[in-house]
């Protein structure tokens, strides 16, 4: 069984500072999605990471996904309170033929607050 | 942009009640999904469809079914609905190729009394 492990579970941030969220999983897959989700709302895509040493940026955020370790990681920089939500990591454990992909196993979450 | 519709936010339904939670996607997505969201536990899979009138169970799909008569529908059935199915629900759709989005509804609140 897949597992996706996502620590911190709660994270408070000061305005300013840098940030980590760490993401193991537990079975191969080069296939990794970070989202956000605000409270009451929809999941919002952040990041789709594709293969081993994949790297994307947006803004404040930067993610990371290294396959052999079986560990993605979301960076924070310079925290602002825009960034407060909850977010996920999911890990695509679908096989690897094309009618397979999609298939989501996610971690719990990790819910940031960010005050001044 | 891509918009996933799901027809009811709000719902209370009583015990033993037949449930349908409606889905639709308007990019000609192949994939679509549903998953369930509760307190501590992240999203779980319930059913996904890669195809019209395909299914495949996903990891919670006991309690639930699941059509795809149209492309772009994909509706989740509770049965006979319980109280421990009193959660979020969430649709969701993706072209079929690998490392596209997954693009997700608002969600369905759903409360079973």
């Known amino acids: 069984e897949l597992k996706v492990e996502q620590n911190p579970l709660f994270l408070s941030m000061q305005e300013g500072k840098n940030y980590t969220i760490y993401c193991n999983y537990s079975?191969?897959?080069?296939?990794l999605y970070w989202y956000r989700q605000d409270p009451g709302k929809s999941l919002e895509s952040l990041f789709v990471?594709?293969?081993?040493?994949a790297v994307k940026q947006e803004g404040r955020l930067m993610a990371s996904l290294d396959t052999k370790a079986r560990l993605s990681t979301l960076h924070i920089t310079a925290a602002v309170h825009d960034l407060s939500a909850t977010y996920f990591c999911?890990?695509?454990?679908?096989?690897?033929?094309?009618?397979?992909?999609?298939?989501?196993?996610f971690g719990a979450g990790t819910q940031v607050v960010v005050t001044p | 942009d891509v918009k996933v519709t799901q027809s009811s936010r709000y719902l209370v339904k009583r015990t033993g009640e037949k449930v349908f939670l409606e889905c639709v996607q308007d990019?000609?997505?192949?994939?679509m999904f549903w998953y369930r969201q509760d307190p501590g536990l992240g999203l779980r899979l319930i059913y996904f469809?890669?195809?019209?009138?395909?299914?495949e169970k996903g990891d919670i799909p006991e309690g639930y079914s699941v059509s795809r008569e149209k492309k772009e529908r994909f509706s989740l059935i509770l049965e006979s609905a319980s109280t421990n199915q009193t959660s979020m629900y969430l649709c969701?759709?993706?072209?079929?190729?690998?490392?596209?989005?997954?693009?997700f509804g608002e969600g369905s609140w759903l409360t079973v009394v």
């Open positions: 969701a759709s993706s072209p079929l190729l690998s490392g596209n989005t997954i693009y």
């Open positions: 079975t191969t897959s080069d296939r």
């Open positions: 990471l594709l293969s081993n040493g």
């Open positions: 999911a890990v695509d454990w679908g096989g690897m033929t094309t009618d397979s992909w999609g298939k989501l196993q």
């Open positions: 990019m000609d997505h192949e994939n």
């Open positions: 469809s890669y195809d019209v009138k395909m299914k």
